[in-house]
Each structure stands twice: as structure tokens, then as C-alpha cells.
């Protein structure tokens, strides 16, 4: 299927945990980014990537870590969960920064 | 201390009514970009904004960016419950986005 998608959709886990959120886009964008979207706070960026192993740092990276050794896939891992890493995520692509961004469905995480 | 704030944070009305929601900043942008987001969804884009002064008309919603790149705003005429939903605006690159307006229609 054409588009931008995520997986899981919906994740529950525990402190102290590893947990991987899948990125997979079909444009071959060269943008891809990852949000977290919390009440109060709006969509807050956490990494991006302009190429395949090509990333930056956003507003908000502590705690997680990203790659991409493809261009479609951009994985975001939370190393050892914490109970403040609950929230929405979104990954989006898009072909420049200033373009329009294009928006997966979202993983909702949480973390007990 | 958030880039972009909007306001105001929450609005419901009644369908037929007019709206408008504002987005404001201390910083100059190149361009500034309005999306609606639906619950449970991704945001979609609605417009990009570039001009100082710009006016923008999509159906009954029409976009404003400031004469100074600051600010913009998103009004809407004759409001509809399929408006409803949250409208986010985010600076040119897209790095930051505002905390958004969650707009609530009602039948």
C-alpha cells in the first residue's frame, strides 16, 4: 500500500523497557521525522533524517534513539522506557523540510 | 517557552457560526503551514502561507500571514461539525509546531 505507516498501532509496556516503533514510507521521500504529541504541548519534534543515515536531533531527543539505513524506514526506539515517554507518536516524510509533511496514523504508547 | 502559541486553546460553537483562531510568535518565518487533524489520525495539511500580507481561501476557511511573518490567522465561515477537529500551525521547516486549537462543532 502507497503511504506512510506505523507499527504498532497501540503498545503497553513497563519501565525500564526497550520498545521499537516502525516507520515505513513509499514515497522514497527524502525527509522522514518523528513527533510526540502530548496535551498542552501539541506535536513536538523529537528526531528527523534528511537521507538514509543521515539524522538530527529535534526539540525533545533525550531518551530515544533513531536510524536509518533505508530510505522508507525510520525506527525510533525508546531505550529504556520511562512513564514521561507516554504519549502519541507520529512519524511523517515528506521530500524537503519545507514541503508538506505527510502523516502516519500514529502509535499510541504506554507506559506503566 | 513554546515557539508558536495559539489561540484559543479550545473553541466550541454552533454550526453556522463564525470563527477565528489565531497562531503568534515572537520569530520571523519564511512560511508557516496550517493542518487539521481529525481524532485519530495524522495531521493533514490544510495550506502553506509565504507572502507577509498573504490571504489564502480554501472553501470557507481563509488563512492570514502577517504583514511581519509573526503571526497568522485561520477563519472560518459558516462552521460545520465536519470542521471539527484540531488545527495545529507550524513554523516553515516544520521543526515546531503550536499547541493548537481544538474546534468543536456542534450540530
Known amino acids: 500500500d502507497a503511504g506512510i505507516t506505523q507499527s504498532p498501532r497501540y503498545k503497553i509496556t513497563e519501565t525500564g523497557r526497550q520498545v521499537t516503533l516502525m516507520c515505513h514510507q513509499t514515497w522514497s521521500h527524502s525527509y522522514m521525522f518523528w513527533y510526540r504529541q502530548d496535551l498542552g504541548h501539541g506535536l513536538r519534534l523529537i528526531y528527523y533524517?534528511?537521507?538514509?543515515?543521515?539524522?538530527d536531533k529535534g526539540e525533545v531527543p533525550d531518551g530515544y534513539v533513531v536510524s536509518r539505513s533505508k530510505t522508507e524506514n525510520f525506527p525510533l526506539t525508546l531505550e529504556s522506557a520511562t512513564r514521561s515517554q507516554t504519549s502519541v507518536y507520529f512519524c511523517?516524510?515528506?521530500?524537503?523540510?519545507?514541503?508538506?509533511?505527510?502523516f502516519g496514523p500514529g502509535t499510541r504508547l504506554t507506559v506503566l | 517557552t513554546q515557539l508558536l502559541e495559539q489561540s484559543p486553546q479550545f473553541l466550541s460553537i454552533q454550526e453556522g457560526e463564525n470563527l477565528t483562531v489565531y497562531c503568534n510568535s515572537s520569530?520571523?518565518?519564511?512560511?508557516l503551514q496550517w493542518y487539521r487533524q481529525e481524532p485519530g489520525e495524522g495531521p493533514v495539511l490544510l495550506v502553506t502561507v509565504v507572502t507577509g500580507g498573504e490571504v489564502k481561501k480554501l472553501k470557507r476557511l481563509t488563512f492570514q500571514f502577517g504583514d511581519a511573518r509573526k503571526d497568522s490567522s485561520l477563519h472560518i465561515t459558516a462552521a460545520q461539525p465536519g470542521d471539527t477537529g484540531l488545527y495545529l500551525c507550524?513554523?516553515?521547516?516544520?521543526?515546531?509546531f503550536g499547541t493548537g486549537t481544538s474546534l468543536t462543532v456542534i450540530p
Open positions: 520569530s520571523v518565518f519564511s512560511s
Open positions: 533524517s534528511a537521507a538514509a543515515d543521515i539524522t
Open positions: 511523517a516524510s515528506s521530500e524537503f523540510t519545507s514541503n508538506e509533511q505527510f
Open positions: 507550524a513554523e516553515g521547516n516544520q521543526f515546531y
